[in-house]
């Protein structure tokens, strides 16, 4: 039986250049980004591979494959590591042991595309089964290259607790700096873009499907 899904399939960049110490920080940022994305998706499950790689499914809640995309993203570049991922959507037809040996579309459109990312030097992108809203999605998906790019590690840091739920207000207080500091971060970081995209796929994935 088919299973409408999203899947991540995420790469660290660089990571062979990793000390030991790094290595395991980064391990441990991954483990706990799991757990807070498997909190809002019961459904979710997360898989590395090589080490350096991983996959991740929503089943129940495919809508929130970029919001952790993001969160992920975000999470790891306030520590200075940095992630390229693929977001496919799509279904799943054969489902095995192991994320990374299972298949269907949602697999074709995130694996494979990876590695186009790679050569386009990109670090996001979102394809579908359906190639009018990959139209649409190859320029968001460029857009939100280009901003995560340019992020800077307190700009990373105030976009991760807007994905956490926090207010400026809030995110101030935890920061110790003032609230139109945070404000500053998140305008230079692009994050109403951001915000715009985030919701666009959240409404398109749910008439999908």
């Known amino acids: 039986m ?3 899904a999203a899947v991540i399939t995420g790469d660290i960049i660089q990571s062979s250049l990793l000390k ?3 290595r395991k920080r980064l391990q441990q940022i991954l483990e ?3 757990m807070t994305i498997q909190e809002k998706d ?3 499950e997360a898989e590395q591979y090589r080490g350096d790689s991983f996959q991740a499914v929503f089943i129940q809640k495919p809508e929130l494959a970029l919001y952790s995309s993001l969160l992920l993203l975000a999470w790891l570049r306030k520590e200075d590591f940095k992630v390229r991922l693929a977001i496919g959507t799509g279904d799943i037809t054969f489902t095995s042991k192991k994320i990374v040996t299972s298949d269907g579309t949602a697999f074709q459109h995130s694996g494979p595309y990876l590695d186009e990312l790679k050569k386009k030097n990109g670090l996001i992108s979102i394809v579908s089964p359906h190639s009018v809203v990959n139209q649409e999605w190859a320029i968001h998906s460029q857009v939100l290259s280009y901003l995560i790019e340019r992020w800077s590690a307190p700009q990373a840091e105030a976009i991760l607790e807007q994905l956490n739920g926090l207010t400026q207000l809030q995110t101030a207080e935890k920061l110790k ?5 945070v404000n ?3 305008q230079a970081a692009g994050w109403h873009v951001a915000t715009m995209i985030i919701s666009r ?3 398109q994935i749910s008439s999908l499907f």
């Open 177 to 181: 700096i003032r609230q139109p500091a």
């Open 201 to 203: 796929f959240e409404l």
């Open 42 to 44: 019961v459904s979710f």
């Open 2 to 4: 088919k299973k409408q």
């Open 32 to 34: 706990r980004v799991f």
């Open 184 to 186: 500053q971060r998140l």
């Open 20 to 22: 030991a110490s790094r």
